[in-house]
């Protein structure tokens, strides 16, 4: 059974920094594609960051380009979102997603597999 656990959510200030920890157990083939989706209230759920197993270029939401930065341990089983220069408008719960497979998508309807989701809040 596939899992994910997300960790590193809380409150920062803007400017500040935050760094997020999703960890993935029960894969059974290296081949799958992992990664940041985030949801506002009211919001649709967007992709953030993600990143497969052939190594490819990560992709990056146009909103946080140059602010976030997403990497993984070698086996893939910790993927890291490290999220910096943050602004009010990231404010979202932040969910780990995986799907089996090499590609990653940019649609969340894509992805079998979701961790509980950890808030992020940016406020002053």
């Known amino acids: 059974e596939v899992q994910l656990v997300e960790s590193g959510g809380g409150l920062v200030q803007p400017g500040g920094s935050l760094r997020l920890s999703c960890a993935a157990s029960g894969f059974t083939s290296d081949k799958y594609a992992i990664g940041w989706f985030r949801q506002a209230p009211g919001k649709a759920r967007e992709a953030v960051s993600l990143?497969?197993?052939?190594?490819?270029?990560?992709y990056y939401a146009n909103s946080v380009k140059g602010r976030f930065t997403v990497s993984s341990d070698n086996a893939k089983t910790t993927v890291y979102l490290q999220m910096n220069s943050l602004k009010p408008e990231d404010t979202a719960v932040y969910y780990c997603a995986a799907r089996r497979g090499i590609y990653w998508y940019t649609e969340a309807r894509e992805y079998e597999y979701w961790g509980q989701g950890t808030q992020v809040t940016v406020s002053s």
């Open positions: 990143i497969s197993s052939r190594d490819d270029s990560p």
